[in-house]
T-cell receptor, first 111, second 114 residues
């Protein structure tokens, strides 16, 4: 099946720093989604990307749909303590309605 | 977006028993899905819950173990049957609307099997 390689697996950053994470695939995706999951909660949708090359922002978050349609990145600027959590990328391809999830990036923000 | 609730939020069950998890969406949706998330892992799709017909299961998941119902466009259930400790996971339902690829998730059901 399809696989998404998400990196880094974990990050420790100082409050106020910017952070970047990315996902790559050997397959083409038509949609890229980025989610955040807090402990004991379900994933919450942060950003949805529908077109190759698309760059979308949501507050301090910015995500891009790679032009090859095989990758996407998520940037968080000026991190704050509430940014702590696990970030997942997810992709949708072809006529399939099922999402393929990356392995997640555990973000820790140090005061 | 869609607001999704799940019941129960958590449960501790004995080996060999079954648990039915309910998923309720605040409005009609086209697609509903069930995922499993094992501790420290990513999400794995169990099945797509089809309204009015049998669910579509992913490789490694079977109807006898994970029977699913979807009687209408806002509600679905997942049963974890004949449970073993290996079934201890978070079970999540999600939903998406017609023509939209974005999926919204419920809060999850944390299941522990003793």
């Amino acid at each position: 099946g399809q696989q998404l390689n998400q990196s880094p697996q974990s990050m420790f950053i100082q409050e106020g720093e910017d952070v970047s994470m990315n996902c790559t695939s050997s397959s083409i995706f038509n949609t890229w989604l980025w989610y955040k999951q807090d402990p004991g909660e379900g994933p919450v949708l942060l950003i949805a990307l529908y077109k190759a090359g698309e760059l979308t922002s949501n507050g301090r978050l910015t995500a891009q749909f790679g032009i090859t349609r095989k990758d996407s990145f998520l940037n968080i600027s000026a991190s704050i303590p509430s940014d702590v959590g696990i970030y997942f990328c997810a992709g949708l391809s072809g006529s399939a309605r099922q999402l393929t999830f990356g392995s997640g990036t555990q973000l820790t923000v140090l005061p | 977006s869609a607001v999704i609730s799940q019941k129960p939020s958590r449960d501790i069950c004995q080996r060999g028993t079954s648990l039915t998890i309910q998923c309720q969406v605040d409005s009609q949706v086209t697609m509903m899905f069930w995922y499993r998330q094992q501790p420290g892992q990513s999400l794995t799709l169990i099945a797509t819950a089809n309204q009015g017909s049998e669910a579509t299961y992913e490789s490694g998941f079977v109807i006898d173990k994970f029977p699913i119902s979807r009687p209408n466009l806002t509600f679905s259930t997942l049963t974890v049957s004949n449970m073993s400790p290996e079934d201890s996971s978070i079970y999540l339902c999600s939903a998406s609307r017609e023509g939209r690829d974005t999926q919204y998730f419920g809060p999850g059901t944390r299941l522990t099997v003793l």
